[in-house]
């Protein structure tokens, strides 16, 4: 199947070949009809699947399709607007639609914190078709009056269940209030729990469901290991690893920024060139960082959960574990950044004796064990003792900052079209992160000053504090949609309760590709949508 067989128009085409692709993936072959015809979707993919290209071919061949709209000021009106929740994402997904739209007169820009406000004013005066944003700079807008979304015709929320992990939910709730209620909803998410569920019945009407890939499962193509360590041991197994094998684009996953940047510095005392990339990072860190880390002169780069998605590299090689996430969906995240495209890549996992109840997690997820291989020389202790995780002195918080703080660093997403789209925008958004002022009730995340002690309570009462294992997320992230269509097909669901309200539960490489596009390379790393 080519791209034009899909109902693309010339131009679109044109760019497409352009940048090296030629053959769809089964994440576009489906989506792009679906949103050609207008009506809302949901679509389930796993990072790497080209599902940015899925949408945003689409929306540029509507819109090109319809005359633009004039906003009362006379200027061309915002008739898209994709939703995404780190700036490194909206950055990306942006660049794409510059880069797929190139031969179409059709006008966007981006929008997220961290950088000054005036450009994105500037930008929206001057009238613009599809606006790529973070939920907390698009309020910001909204609160201003510098954006009308009253001709919005199209709305994206993109990786969804990453936006509901990382405390969109209130934002999110706040804009659908303001946008108008006649509009094509278009929801895609790598995962489908029951949060995810619900905002679907209370966002879409009657949407097509796609799924390309099993739910909540692992590439095919990832050679997954379990190395057992204890945990004092650890980084010099990882760096007799790196060393004997003669890894390079080692991409290395620490569950706190702390820990990032200490793993950083002990490999580089080893002699392995490697840097920490994490929302306390400035912008122009993360940048220099990942900028050397794809062209190969940086050996091992270190990454929290909040950079996961911000990390989009052809042919990565090598993912490591070097903690395994609390959360066992971020598993599935992390280990996609390598083996996308049907290219063959490897995940290994350093786990100790704390981690052994994280890892059944993440083999309940995925439906099956990872092999293990205890290495020579790096033999666990048998009697070692778990210790709870959040009290081992690890400051730095690896998870993304809740609901209600400030926005910190944005992981990036899945994605990213050829090379020849990527540089554009690098550099162009340059700032350091919002503060992280904390909501009261909201409890700490490792790293973050805990509360002081109070005076004690009636017998009885709830427990207040956090220690222990860090708190998961309570529901389980195994449940199927209604109705799901695999490869080839696509199915309906029914039609959401007539008079629901849909806040209300809201509240390619150098050398030519036949695999599609998977949308823009990110500029930049690291930095939480705001």
Sequence with gaps: ??????????????????????????????????????????????????????????????????????????????????????????????????????????????????????????????????VVATPGRLLDHMQQKTIDLSHLEILVLDEADRMLDMGFIHDIKRVLAKLPPKRQNLLFSATFSDEIKALADNLLDSPALIEVARRNTTAETVA???????????????????????????????????????????????????????????????????????????????????AARGIDIDQLPHVVNFDLPNVPEDYVHRIGRTGRAGATGEAVSLVCV????????????????????????????????????????????????????????????????????????????????????????????????QPKPQAAKPQGAKPAGNGGQPRRDGQRHDDRPRAIAHEGGVAHAPRKPQGSNPGALLGGGAKPRTDAPRGAHPARSGQRGR
């Design 1 to 130: 199947m080519s791209f034009d067989s899909l109902g693309l128009s010339e131009p679109l085409v044109r760019a497409v070949h352009e940048l090296g692709y030629t053959t769809p993936t089964p994440i576009q072959t489906q989506a792009i009809p679906a949103v050609l015809n207008g009506g809302d979707l949901l679509a389930g993919a796993q990072t790497g699947t080209g599902k940015t290209a899925g949408f945003t071919l689409p929306i540029l061949q509507r819109l090109h399709s319809m005359p633009p709209l004039a906003a009362a000021s006379g200027k061309r009106a915002v008739r898209a607007l994709i939703l995404t929740p780190t700036r490194e994402l909206a950055a990306q997904v942006e660049e794409s639609v510059r880069a797929y739209g190139k031969y179409l007169k059709l006008k966007s820009t981006v929008m997220f914190g961290g950088v000054g406000i005036n450009p994105q004013i500037g930008a929206l005066k001057s009238g613009v078709d599809i």
């Design 224 to 306: 997954q290991k379990i190395h057992p360590v204890d945990r004092d041991k650890k980084r010099e197994l990882l760096t007799h690893l790196i060393k004997q094998h003669n890894w390079f684009q080692v991409l290395v996953f620490t569950r706190t920024k702390h820990g990032a940047n200490r793993l950083a510095e002990q490999l580089t005392k080893d002699g392995i060139s490697a840097l920490a990339i994490h929302g306390n990072k400035s912008q122009s860190a993360r940048t220099r960082a990942l900028a050397e880390f794809k062209d190969g002169t940086l050996q091992v780069l270190v990454a929290t959960d909040i």
């Design 354 to 449: 704390d981690e052994l109840q994280l890892l059944k997690d993440i083999e309940k997820l995925i439906k099956r064990p990872v092999p293990q291989e205890v290495i020579a020389g790096f033999e666990p202790d048998p009697t070692a003792k778990p210790e709870p995780i959040l009290r081992r002195g690890q400051g730095g918080g690896g998870r993304s900052p809740r609901q209600g703080q400030g926005q910190g660093a944005p992981n990036g997403g899945n994605g990213g079209a050829a090379r020849g789209a990527r540089g554009s925008s690098q550099g162009a958004n340059q700032g350091t992160a919002q503060g992280t002022a904390q909501r009261s009730g909201q409890r700490p995340t490792n790293g973050q000053q």
